[in-house]
């Protein structure tokens, strides 16, 4: 099955400077790749995904790009916000119905 | 919509005891996962359903685990009897799967049930 990993596992940043995560998958035949955030006490709610014909999206201060040849993906969060800080995970999909998620990454914006 | 509705939100219990967790999923998803989240593994997919019918349960851990689905609009996860080692937070999320499978698949999630087996 897919194997996916997440780095790192935690993630200091000042307000206003930038946040990469990173993800790799072992499945040459996955083919979407979404991130979702976890804010305390809450569900992982999807943020942005990515589908396997696009190299890169973005949606305002987030975006995702996308390796296929490398087996990675990365989600980038600009200029970062208090409200930002929370856990993040990553993950691929074989097909339409299983999603492997990553390890998360859990992000601290400091004010 | 409200949403992914999931109860109950806490429970405690002592080892040995049946738990019952219950889901309502977004009208008019056919999907429904039920996963299980512990900071040594993660995010784990239980069982998911597509139409009220499981099509794949290869992550219940083990008889002790049993998940019904008796319509569209509501899917039960028991444990019985309870391990402590079942402390966790479960998730359910619902999806609407397409026909044909393009490979997409958004998942809503509940706000999940935080297990404690003492």
């Known amino acids: 099955g897919e194997n996916v990993e997440q780095h790192p596992s935690t993630l200091s940043v000042q307000e206003g400077d930038s946040a990469v995560i990173k993800c790799t998958y072992s499945?040459?035949?996955?083919?979407?790749f979404p991130w979702y955030k976890q804010e305390l006490g809450k569900g992982p709610q999807l943020i942005i995904d990515i589908r396997s014909n696009v190299g890169e999206k973005k949606d305002q201060r987030i975006a995702v790009t996308l390796n296929k040849t490398a087996k990675h993906f990365s989600l980038h969060i600009t200029e970062t916000q208090p409200e930002d800080s929370a856990v993040y995970f990553c993950a691929a999909s074989l097909g339409a119905n299983n999603l492997f998620f990553g390890t998360g990454t859990r992000l601290t914006v400091i004010p | 919509d409200a949403g992914v509705i999931q109860s109950p939100r806490h429970e405690v219990t002592e080892m040995g005891q049946e738990v019952t967790l219950r889901c309502k999923p977004i009208s008019g998803h056919n999907s429904l996962f039920w996963y299980r989240q512990t900071m040594m593994r993660g995010l784990e997919l239980l069982i998911y359903?597509?139409?009220?019918?499981?099509?794949?349960d290869s992550g219940m851990p083990e008889d002790r685990f049993s998940a019904k689905m008796p319509n569209a609009s509501f899917s039960t996860l028991k444990i019985q009897p309870s391990e402590p080692r079942d402390s966790a937070v479960y998730f359910c999320?619902?999806?609407?799967?397409?026909?044909?499978?393009?490979?997409?698949?958004?998942?809503?999630f509940g706000a999940g049930s935080r297990l404690t087996v003492l």
């Open positions: 999320a619902s999806s609407l799967e397409l026909t044909g499978g393009s490979g997409a698949n958004v998942l809503t």
């Open positions: 499945d040459s035949a996955s083919n979407y």
């Open positions: 359903f597509n139409n009220n019918v499981p099509i794949d």
